[in-house]
Structure formats: C-alpha cells, structure tokens
C-alpha cells in the first residue's frame, strides 16, 4: 500500500470512527425524547418536575456531543491526505523514533497490516508540538523525546 493509499485507509477509519459516535449520540437523543415524552403523560407532582429536569439536561448534554461530532466529520472533510508535504500539517503521517502518527482526529491507535498508527487531533498538545516540524525535528512531550524520522 503506498502513501496516499494508506493514509486514504486511515482517513476512512477515521470517519468511520466519528460515524459510529454519532450513531451512538442520534440513538441516545431519540430515547431521551422517548422519555421526556412518557413524562409528559405522567404527572407525578415533584417527581415528575425533576425527572423532567434530568431529562433536559441529558438532552442538553446529548446536543453538546452532537455538535462536537459535527465539527469532527466537517474537520474530516477538510483533511487532504492526497498531498504530501516536507513539514507537519493537517493529514500528515508522522514517523518518529516512537511511533508513527497521522495527524487528523483524537482517534486512537489504527492497524493496518503490521502496522500501527497514533491518530493525532492537530490541536491535541502532541499535534501542536508536531505542527511545522520537519524530519529531523525532536519534539519533547511528557519527558519523551520524539525525533521525526520523515513526514508523508
């Protein structure tokens, strides 16, 4: 798989990930209106006030993650992984002395064949202190010193 495949692959698991969240998040609203619907046809005095209230603030918090969801699929939407780069920048993979990298989303670690990839969000403290860098570069984070191999 060359570069551009790979981190064509990365991208795709990427937004794959981001997709199931929001899968999670639309079934997590919809059984919150549920039950803000059954409370409605309750009316249990002060029991049923404060199960109500709990209600909206799940949805309220429920609403704050599906907003988060889709500034992540609009950030997804706008990584090019079809042009490399001599420096780090959104889309980039990053190899270092520990590990490698594809600059995108806070995603976690992503096998494909025997390899395996940190998925790294741009405003992460990591993504930040690899932004710009170029091989060569040594980045130091958590008392670690990550020294940039190449940059694809």
Request: hydrophobic share 40%; with cysteine; glycine share 6%.
């Amino acid at each position: 798989m060359n570069t551009k495949e790979l981190k064509s692959a990365l991208l795709q698991d990427c937004e794959a990930i981001v997709n199931n969240r929001l899968e999670k998040i639309q079934q997590t609203i919809a059984a919150i209106v549920e039950s803000l619907d059954d409370e409605s046809k309750s009316s249990a005095g002060d029991k049923h006030e404060t199960g109500r209230a709990m209600l909206q603030i799940d949805r309220e918090n429920a609403g704050k993650q599906l907003l988060e969801i889709e500034q992540l699929q609009a950030l997804i939407r706008r990584i090019d992984v079809s042009q490399t780069t001599d420096y780090v920048r959104l889309g980039s993979l990053v190899y270092t002395s520990l590990g490698a990298f594809f600059i995108s989303i806070s995603a976690g670690l992503i096998t494909k064949g025997k390899s395996s990839y940190i998925c790294v969000a741009l405003k992460a403290p990591l993504g930040m202190l690899f932004l710009g860098k170029k091989k060569g570069d040594v980045v130091e984070f958590n008392d670690r010193k990550y020294t940039i191999t190449s940059v694809a």
